[in-house]
């Protein structure tokens, strides 16, 4: 039996580690094996290439930091991800494909198709099941970013607002465009009413049914 893949998008401050956590206690609540991962870093290599794309001192070339993400990526779909979906897993990950088109190709303006071919090259293929779009204000976002971490940013989070905005743009003209693979939710909510929606969301895609308890 193959596995579910599910990704989590979104700026940063949404709650996908929040949302990640909750999905998978629930998921494991009724039986299902989770593989819970991320990119960068899913990888003893993707540590390295993490350390390096988000805590790189001085400049990292655009095309450089791209194609970075896409080694890690190419590690990580061949050694993690499809193998566990190959038992029949669950794989859930923290960013994917649409990281690399929301902030390289558009806001690094590297050019949406491009990165996204290049990704889709590194993943061979691989799209998810469903993906879980976390939208929040740009500002509310790095509220709370600042909340959690005091005035620590990375490489990324330490861009301007308009290159965050940029972003946020990028992954809902990606929701629009794929309407069958995204559920876009609103980060903003009180996060069980959040977790409530994808719950509804992943309940068909793995085989709970609906009068489960939560």
């Given at each position: 039996?193959?596995?579910?893949?599910?990704?989590?998008?979104?700026?940063?401050?949404?709650?996908?580690?929040?949302?990640?956590?909750?999905?998978?206690?629930?998921?494991?609540?009724?039986?299902?094996?989770?593989?819970?991962?991320?990119?960068?870093?899913?990888?003893?290599?993707?540590?390295?290439?993490?350390?390096?794309?988000?805590?790189?001192?001085?400049?990292?070339?655009?095309?450089?930091?791209?194609?970075?993400?896409?080694?890690?990526?190419?590690?990580?779909?061949?050694?993690?991800?499809?193998?566990?979906?190959?038992?029949?897993?669950?794989?859930?990950?923290?960013?994917?494909?649409?990281?690399?088109?929301?902030?390289?190709?558009?806001?690094?303006?590297?050019?949406?198709?491009?990165?996204?071919?290049?990704?889709?090259?590194?993943?061979?293929?691989?799209v998810p099941d469903l993906t879980v779009l976390l939208d929040l204000d740009v500002t509310v976002g790095r509220a709370r970013v600042s909340a959690a971490r005091g005035d620590t940013?990375?490489?990324?989070?330490?861009?301007?607002?308009?290159?965050?905005?940029?972003?946020?743009?990028?992954?809902?003209?990606?929701?629009?465009?794929?309407?069958?693979?995204?559920?876009?939710?609103?980060?903003?909510?009180?996060?069980?009413?959040?977790?409530?929606?994808?719950?509804?969301?992943?309940?068909?895609?793995?085989?709970?049914?609906?009068?489960?308890?939560?």
């Open positions: 039996m193959t596995g579910s893949f599910i990704t989590l998008e979104g700026g940063d401050g949404a709650g996908k580690t929040t949302q990640a956590a909750l999905l998978t206690d629930w998921l494991e609540a009724h039986g299902r094996t989770v593989v819970r991962t991320r990119e960068p870093g899913g990888t003893d290599l993707g540590q390295r290439i993490r350390e390096i794309v988000l805590h790189e001192r001085g400049h990292v070339a655009p095309r450089a930091e791209a194609l970075l993400y896409a080694a890690d990526r190419a590690q990580h779909v061949e050694t993690v991800v499809r193998p566990a979906l190959a038992r029949g897993e669950v794989v859930l990950q923290d960013r994917y494909v649409d990281s690399s088109v929301a902030y390289q190709g558009v806001a690094r303006d590297l050019g949406a198709e491009q990165i996204r071919s290049v990704s889709d090259w590194a993943a061979d293929g691989l940013f990375d490489r990324l989070e330490s861009e301007a607002a308009v290159f965050h905005e940029r972003v946020r743009r990028a992954f809902l003209d990606m929701a629009a465009a794929e309407p069958a693979r995204f559920l876009v939710v609103d980060a903003a909510a009180d996060p069980d009413v959040v977790q409530q929606r994808i719950r509804e969301a992943v309940a068909p895609l793995v085989g709970i049914a609906e009068e489960d308890p939560s």
